[in-house]
C-alpha cells in the first residue's frame, strides 16, 4: 500500500507540460473519448470548451491541478463512460443560463479530493499549491479523518 501511496502522492505532484509527449497524448486520449468521430486537429481550439473547459486551450485549466487532474478526468471517461457522457453532455437536470465547465468543475473536485487525503502538500512543494481557476486553497479540517497511528 505505501508503495501505491508514493506513486500517488509523485503523480499528484506532477505539474502538466504542454510540452511534453506524455501529456499532450493523454490529452488526445481525452479528446477521443469525448469526441470520438472528430478528429483532434489542435490542441487549442474552441471546441474544447464543449468538453468543459474555461477557454481554447486545456492546458490554461489544468496548470492547477497538474497531470493527476487530468488522469481524474480520464478515470472517468474510461471506468464510468455512461456517467462521462451524461456529465459532459449535460443530459440530467433542467439546464441553466449560467453553467460551470464541466472538465473545470472535475479539476476542482480533484483538487479538494487531494486537500481532503493529504496530497495537496506535495502539490504545494512542487510550486502548484494555489486551487485551479485562480481559487483560494481552503483549509480543510481533518479531526474527523482517522488517525494512521
Known amino acids: 500500500r505505501l508503495d501505491a501511496w508514493e506513486r500517488l502522492e509523485a503523480r499528484a505532484a506532477e505539474p502538466f507540460q504542454p510540452d511534453s509527449p506524455q501529456h499532450e497524448a493523454l490529452l488526445r486520449r481525452l479528446w477521443a473519448i469525448a469526441f470520438p468521430s472528430l478528429p483532434c486537429t489542435s490542441l487549442k481550439s474552441a ?3 464543449e468538453m468543459g473547459w474555461q477557454g481554447e486551450d486545456p492546458a490554461t485549466d489544468i496548470r492547477g491541478s ?3 487532474g487530468l488522469d481524474c478526468l480520464l ?6 463512460p455512461a456517467t462521462w457522457t451524461r456529465l459532459m453532455e449535460k443530459l440530467d ?3 441553466s443560463e449560467w453553467e460551470y465547465p464541466f472538465a473545470a ?3 476542482n473536485v480533484q ?3 487531494c486537500e481532503v487525503v493529504g496530497l495537496s502538500e506535495h502539490r504545494a512543494r512542487a ?3 494555489a486551487a485551479p481557476h485562480g481559487g483560494a486553497a481552503a483549509e480543510v479540517p481533518t479531526a474527523h479523518m482517522a488517525s494512521s497511528t
Do not use: C, N
Not at 478515470?75 to 464510468?80: E, F, G, K, N, R
Open 47 to 49: 471546441q474544447w470548451k
Open 66 to 68: 497538474g497531470v493527476f
Open 75 to 80: 478515470y472517468l471517461a474510461d471506468v464510468h
Open 93 to 95: 437536470g433542467q439546464r
Open 105 to 107: 468543475a472535475g479539476l
Open 111 to 113: 483538487f479538494m479530493l
Open 127 to 129: 510550486g502548484r499549491g
